[in-house]
């Protein structure tokens, strides 16, 4: 049996999360030994296309000073 648990977390800390993972997975590129153009150039590629949940569109009318 494999125990699995789970963290309820908002949008800021999911694109947070998910950049930690990718700056990790970058570092274990660039510290290799030969450092593997290609995979890096797709990791850096995929960073940048990061997405964060979409606010409802109430919020969005009245900018970031409502966040």
């Avoid at 999360?17 to 997975?25: I, L, N, P, W």
């Avoid at 660039?30 to 997405?51: A, F, H, P, T, W």
């Amino acid at each position: 049996m494999v125990e699995q648990q789970s963290t309820e977390m908002n949008p800021i800390e999911v694109a947070i999360d998910e950049m930690s993972r990718k700056v990790s997975e970058l570092n274990q590129l660039c510290n290799m030994e030969e450092v593997d153009m290609i995979r890096l150039q797709l990791k850096l590629q995929g960073s940048v296309s990061v997405k964060v949940g979409i606010l409802p569109q109430h919020r969005l009318s009245g900018g970031l000073g409502a966040l």
